[in-house]
């Protein structure tokens, strides 16, 4: 079975593709996803089709992060990768995952929080292992002890030590 990929902004969702989107990212997690995809507002979807009927999703947002007291990296953080229970282990996630980092290029890096370490580490990511932080009006909020994060490096990604503490700012939804 072939994926075709398409690649949609949240605007031009359509109110149908939307919660058609949430359904398979329900399905896929087990559970209601539907708030935290609300707060996705200015997000990038990548949507994977066989025979048209959609089977993957992933998405990304812009988000700020910062290795130490360094300078903030734009980063595509990326969210939801999720496929249709049926079609799992045919590489459509892996294949979606492939897209992204081809999409992102002018990011400064590409982060997410995985639901396998070992799964993402076989597309080229890699575990940050320093303390994780959110970064809030009122100061720094360490994360718990159990949150992962891995990166993706990019072109621009600048020299980067995987065992310093790693920041991001706060925002709705799941902090990381």
Not at 52 to 72: C, K
Not at 82 to 103: D, L, N, S, Y
Not at 136 to 142: H, I, K, P, S
Request: proline letters at 6%.
């Amino acid at each position: 079975m072939t994926l075709t990929l398409q690649i949609l902004p949240s605007r031009q969702l359509t109110p149908a593709l939307r919660q058609e989107i949430i359904a398979l990212c329900n399905r896929a997690y087990e559970e209601n996803l539907a708030e935290l995809f609300e707060t996705f507002t200015n997000a990038t979807h990548v949507l994977g089709y066989c025979e048209n009927e959609l089977v993957s999703h992933a998405l990304w947002v812009t988000r700020q992060l910062q290795v130490g007291t360094g300078p903030l990296l734009r980063t595509a953080y990326v969210e939801l990768v999720a496929t249709e229970p049926k079609h799992q282990q045919r590489g459509f996630a892996a294949t979606v995952m492939k897209r992204i980092v081809e999409e992102v290029q002018d990011y400064a890096l590409a982060a997410l929080s995985p639901f396998s370490v070992e799964y993402y580490a076989r597309l080229g990511w890699e575990l940050w292992r320093g303390p994780l932080s959110i970064r809030t009006a009122e100061g720094w909020l360490a994360s718990p002890s159990d949150e992962t994060v891995m990166i993706y490096r990019l072109p621009q990604t600048p020299s980067l030590d995987l065992t310093a503490p790693l920041s991001a700012e706060w925002r709705e939804g799941e902090l990381w």
